[in-house]
């Protein structure tokens, strides 16, 4: 389908863009997903280098006119993950990986809780790790690197709970409408839907609203002419 044969969808009176997220790699796909309507693409960073996204991919995907929305996640699916420590380590890693795409100031970082919290633990564990994503995200900023914003993946609940404690006001809503919270949570940057897939890609249809905090599409440069004006 043409690009301007889709729908224009929009809620409160404001157009929402088009994404999904995935942990395949869709570098080699990037003008046929542009060109099938669209606008964005969730891409993970994480410990587990095989769905990590590539400064290759993220140069092929912005070049087609796509932006590009971080999320960190390893192993967020129980309470025992979480801890400060934790938090500030995977803040480290994730802003390092995200400055080797370019991604400039500003650019927010989605870090998933991936199971359906419980007010215990997101008042304890949960709220310790985001903690110690804000200290990892500082410090890495201290060091002259590129600022970036804090976002919160997970249940309606969740989303809340982190917004709650002041340390992000950005929440992607998880597509689990079971989990707490689902229908409560309405000032979402990003909704996420059931599984499907697009253009032979395994993917989770999403879409956002407002500043949703992407890398930006690449305009007249693409981001290894902007990687290579930094370094």
């Given at each position: 389908?043409?690009?301007?044969e889709?729908?224009?969808?929009q809620?409160k009176?404001?157009f929402m863009p088009k994404?999904?997220?995935?942990?395949?790699g869709?570098g080699?796909?990037a003008?046929?997903?542009k060109?099938?309507?669209y606008?964005f693409?969730?891409r993970?960073?994480?410990?587990h280098h095989w769905?990590?996204?590539?400064?290759?991919e993220a140069?092929e995907?912005?070049t087609a006119?796509?932006?590009i929305?971080?999320?960190?996640?390893d192993?967020?699916t129980?309470?025992?993950?979480?801890?400060?420590?934790?938090?500030?380590?995977?803040a480290?890693?994730?802003?390092?990986?995200a400055?080797?795409l370019g991604?400039?100031?500003?650019t927010?970082?989605?870090?998933?809780?991936?199971?359906?919290a419980?007010e215990?633990?997101?008042a304890?564990p949960?709220?310790?790790y985001?903690?110690g994503?804000?200290t990892?995200?500082?410090?890495?900023?201290a060091d002259?690197?590129?600022?970036?914003?804090?976002?919160?993946y997970?249940?309606g609940a969740t989303?809340l709970?982190?917004?709650?404690t002041g340390?992000?006001?950005?929440g992607?809503?998880?597509?689990?409408?079971r989990?707490?919270?689902?229908?409560?949570f309405?000032?979402?940057?990003i909704?996420?839907s059931l599984?499907?897939?697009?253009?032979?890609l395994s993917?989770d249809?999403?879409?956002a609203i407002?500043d949703?905090?992407?890398m930006?599409a690449?305009q007249?440069?693409?981001?290894a002419?902007l990687?290579?004006?930094?370094m």
């Amino acid at each position: 389908m043409a690009r301007d044969e889709v729908p224009l969808l929009q809620i409160k009176g404001q157009f929402m863009p088009k994404g999904f997220d995935t942990t395949i790699g869709c570098g080699g796909k990037a003008s046929q997903i542009k060109s099938a309507g669209y606008d964005f693409v969730g891409r993970y960073l994480s410990s587990h280098h095989w769905k990590v996204i590539t400064p290759a991919e993220a140069d092929e995907l912005t070049t087609a006119g796509l932006s590009i929305v971080l999320v960190y996640e390893d192993n967020p699916t129980a309470p025992t993950y979480f801890s400060f420590g934790q938090g500030e380590s995977d803040a480290t890693r994730a802003a390092q990986q995200a400055s080797s795409l370019g991604a400039p100031d500003n650019t927010t970082i989605y870090f998933a809780v991936d199971y359906d919290a419980s007010e215990h633990d997101l008042a304890g564990p949960i709220a310790e790790y985001f903690q110690g994503v804000a200290t990892g995200l500082r410090n890495f900023a201290a060091d002259n690197n590129p600022q970036y914003r804090i976002g919160v993946y997970g249940s309606g609940a969740t989303c809340l709970a982190m917004i709650g404690t002041g340390l992000t006001s950005q929440g992607w809503l998880a597509q689990a409408r079971r989990w707490r919270g689902h229908d409560k949570f309405t000032d979402f940057v990003i909704n996420q839907s059931l599984p499907s897939h697009v253009l032979g890609l395994s993917v989770d249809p999403d879409l956002a609203i407002g500043d949703f905090g992407a890398m930006p599409a690449a305009q007249s440069a693409t981001l290894a002419d902007l990687r290579s004006l930094r370094m």
